[in-house]
């Protein structure tokens, strides 16, 4: 059931035809559910340690989506499993006058993750065929070449053996909107929202217009992308839980085969 999140490479992704207020494959409601989360967070803290004794591979994972889609809950709720001493958590804001004076790709690829680590980008390359052509940043031609570049960066980081796992939180206009209104009504979360959120709120078609082209162009075999339905918190956590688990599974790290050491049977029993 999972697998139908999964774009195959060359299919379109169909944005406007996925329901964000899905749950598909969830193994019940929310109570059920948040189980199920908790027990895949377990397996995922084990998988993580095989990759960090491993020492062979990696996992990246991207996480994006349009504003309030839940990739700081994301990461709260599911990325807080993993041992921070193997995991690394990169945000990618507006890019900085040193950003801009380089390739796009420059500074993502200092954050790739080094063998046995997990890296999670919380935003990514991926700004720079969407943000920047909803907000036409730079001309036409320069965001259309971009797909290319990523393509090939994604291929050279699977080539020195990370996996990548790319996931599109998926929420509705609807819901986006409900969740604009709650920052706006609560003091509490009043200084998450900005005005730019509420013009990009307005062009919520443009952004999924973006990334259904972005996401058709860059979802291989070896890096793809997962549209997660968004809109209920509980199946998100649960969906992103399950591709790192399923992901993990299939790259399949071993602890290292470490001989016994004689001198330890100093040590007594
Ligand atoms: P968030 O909104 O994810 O909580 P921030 O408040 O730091 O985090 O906002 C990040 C902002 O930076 C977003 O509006 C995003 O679109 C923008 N951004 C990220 N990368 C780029 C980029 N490459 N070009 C332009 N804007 C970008």
């Not at 797909?147 to 960066?153: C, L, P």
């Not at 959120?197 to 070896?222: K, M």
Request: glycine share 6%; charged share 30%; proline share 6%.
């Amino acid at each position: 059931m999972l697998q139908q999140l999964r774009v195959r490479p060359g299919d379109a992704a169909n944005l406007a035809e996925r329901e964000p207020g899905s749950t598909p494959g969830a193994p019940g409601g929310r109570a059920e559910t948040e189980a199920a989360t908790a027990a895949q967070l377990a397996k995922l803290s084990e998988l993580q340690e095989r990759l960090y004794a491993e020492r062979r591979r990696s996992l990246l994972v991207v996480l994006q989506g349009t504003d309030t889609s839940g990739k700081d809950g994301t990461v709260r709720h599911v990325i807080r499993g993993l041992d921070p001493s193997g995991t690394r958590v990169v945000a990618f804001g507006v890019p900085t006058a040193e950003d801009l004076a380089h390739d796009f790709l420059w500074r993502v690829h200092r954050h790739v993750p080094k063998a046995g680590e997990v890296v999670v980008f919380n935003r990514s390359h991926y700004e720079d065929v969407t943000t920047v052509r909803v907000k036409e940043l730079v001309p036409e031609d320069v965001w259309k070449a971009r797909f290319e570049h990523i393509n090939a960066f994604e291929r050279l980081l699977v080539h020195g053996g990370t996996e990548i796992v790319k996931c599109f939180l998926h929420i509705s206009e609807r819901e986006q909107a409900s969740r604009l209104r709650e920052r706006a009504d609560d003091p509490r979360k009043r200084w998450k929202l900005t005005s730019a959120d509420l013009i990009d709120h307005g062009r919520f078609g443009d952004y999924l217009d973006a990334y259904d082209f972005a996401i058709e162009r860059t979802s291989t075999d070896r890096s793809p992308w997962w549209i997660v339905p968004a809109d209920h918190k509980w199946y998100r956590n649960w969906a992103v839980a399950e591709i790192l688990v399923t992901t993990l599974s299939e790259t399949n790290p071993h602890y290292p085969l470490v001989p016994p050491m004689p001198e330890a049977a100093a040590l007594g029993d």
